[in-house]
């Protein structure tokens, strides 16, 4: 859909047919109307699995031991685990509570974690093994109160925290169960920003955030999920993460739960629990298309892929189709702030857009000088309107009000355009965009040629401060296995395909890995300290 006169593009504006005041009445009602015995995730190490009935069962008597700890409506609950089958067991037993699900990175080392901490204490706090003692040290180092429960740990001899399992165990089972109740913009979810640029911020999402995914995760224009077997590597403290994990407990799908991105382990899951459905980032499409690790597997059970966190460019969906053409690729655009999906692309678009805009939401895209709307294949920020948008940064009100206009749009950072059918382009983030005599070069359009070359793992580029120009594009380059190339030869290529003010004029320097977040969004300021 084009935009109107004023500017402003919509995606469709009409009638959820799901609606909830609370996350965790939702999730509830959706178990206790499945069959028992349907799988909900299964775990391809551990083997384990859940039932929609174990997890109700299991949900609900956690939920009430943190009752008996104390924990009541609007208190803060962190989760620190990585991906795992106890995740959904803690997940929704704080929801029943009415408390607030606060997301937290399983790999957060006690310095990260005493900032979140500070951003929002949490009444108790749910981890595994692997982050207990950083949890306990930051604990100690705040002096903070919280109760600390072992998600996957079953014996405890240490009076520093409970174990989940027990408690669980030492439940009676409940009959007359009732869903804390809360109002749909009270907040349901505290996740981290992803701190590409700095410390992250903490965004709350509210109940009625998450209405639009629910209805688009049935929805045939959108995600359409039925009976899928979904691979779920990325991690479920992310929002893209989360909603594929939660997707199990909304629609019939089953999800592969697996706790980091292991090649072997990955690709063997695909093959044995014939996964049909794909949610990725970028590196991971690179890593399917240029591992010689995959010609070893059975991958045909996958007939859609949908790539997010990043865009993909145009050359390296070509690679992909042309090697996989029984796979359907699909680029979707969301973030955290946005609670999770914004727009993605439809069935048989083959450009490197991110689709249109889905139901409920509108967008504009502006003038970064002027702010005032753009019309269509002109570049400028995006800005969006949606019941989805977060409600705001935690205890932070001055970047609350900095990021949203007077007509009540949050102004996403991104940089792109929509075309002439209102299909959207991201190009890049305004924070990241180097800026070469005064023109712009975005790092993602050299990335997209550099990642071309078949003896390229992994890049990428910044821009590097210079006397003259402001500053210069410099690339890190990843060179695959058993390959070579040279300097020459990648700032030739770029040479020939970008006008002059994109040349690597800062060159190329080798390593053998580029910094990236969990969810693939490369770190530049970890680039940068490297110039």
């Known amino acids: 859909m084009a935009a109107n006169e004023d500017g402003i593009l919509c995606g469709p504006q009409e009638e959820f ?25 299964i775990d391809p190490v551990s083997k384990e699995s859940i039932t929609a009935g174990d997890l109700l069962d299991k ?5 009430c031991a943190l009752r008996r700890l104390s924990v009541q409506k609007d208190d803060i609950v962190a989760i620190i685990s990585e991906n795992c089958i106890g995740y959904y067991v803690a997940l929704l037993a704080s929801f029943y509570c009415g ?45 903070i109160e919280s109760t600390i429960i072992s998600i996957n740990e079953f014996v405890n001899n240490d009076l520093e925290y409970l174990c989940m399992n027990s408690l669980i165990q030492n439940e009676a089972r409940v009959d007359d169960f009732k869903v804390e109740t809360v109002d749909s913009k009270d907040i349901a979810v505290l996740c981290l920003s992803s701190g590409t640029t ?12 998450f209405i639009p995914f629910a209805n688009a995760l049935r929805d045939e224009r959108y995600l359409n999920l039925k009976d899928d077997v979904i691979l779920s590597v ?39 629990l014939k996964g049909t459905q794909l949610f990725l980032v970028p590196p991971l499409l690179q890593f399917l298309l240029k591992s010689p690790l995959v010609n070893k597997y059975d991958i045909s059970s996958v007939k859609s892929i949908v790539v997010g966190a990043a865009p993909i ?15 359907t690729v699909r680029q979707v655009y969301g973030s955290t702030e946005c609670g999770g999906l914004v727009s993605i692309q439809n069935y048989t678009d083959h450009t490197e857009n991110v689709g249109s805009l889905i139901f409920g939401f509108k967008g504009k895209i502006v003038d970064l000088s002027t702010q005032k709307p753009v019309s269509s294949l002109q570049i400028g ?30 102004h996403t950072g991104d940089i792109g355009y929509y075309d002439e059918e209102g299909k959207l382009f991201i190009i890049d983030r305004i924070k990241e965009i180097i800026k070469y005599k005064g023109f712009q070069v975005p790092p993602s359009e050299l990335e997209d040629i550099i990642m071309s070359h078949p003896a390229v793992q992994d890049c990428g580029v910044i821009g590097m401060p210079h006397d003259r120009a402001g500053e210069v594009p410099v690339a890190f380059v990843v060179v695959q296995d058993g390959m070579k190339v040279t ?33 693939g969004k490369i770190l530049r300021r970890e680039l940068k300290t490297l110039i």
Not at 59 to 63: E, G, N, P
């Open 17 to 41: 047919k799901i609606w909830f005041d609370s996350l965790g009445k939702h999730f509830y009602a959706c178990l206790k109307d499945k069959d028992p015995n349907d799988i909900i995730a």
């Open 59 to 63: 949900s609900v008597r956690l939920s």
């Open 99 to 143: 408390a607030i699900n606060f997301l937290i990175n399983a790999a957060y080392v006690p310095r990260e974690l005493k900032h979140a901490f500070t951003i929002a204490q949490p009444k108790i706090i749910l981890c595994t093994s692997s982050s207990l003692p950083n949890v306990l040290k930051a604990k100690e180092e705040l002096m």
């Open 198 to 209: 700095g410390l992250s911020k903490c965004v709350e999402l509210s109940h009625r955030n």
């Open 234 to 272: 990325l991690p479920f403290f992310h929002i893209y993460g989360l909603l594929i994990c939660t997707s199990a407990i909304m629609t019939s799908v089953k999800v592969v739960v697996i706790s980091s991105f292991k090649p072997d382990i990955f690709l063997d899951s695909i093959q044995n």
């Open 313 to 327: 460019g145009n050359d390296l969906y070509k690679e992909f189709q042309n090697r996989f053409k029984d796979i």
């Open 381 to 410: 920020e995006l800005c969006l309107k949606s019941m989805s948008i977060m409600v705001g940064y935690h205890n932070n009100d001055i970047e609350t009000r900095n990021s949203f206009d007077d007509d009540g749009f949050y």
């Open 487 to 519: 300097e020459e030869e990648l700032v030739q290529l770029v040479a020939e395909n970008v006008s002059t003010h994109k040349h690597l004029y800062g060159g190329v320097r080798f390593m053998e890995k580029i910094p990236r977040t969990v969810t």
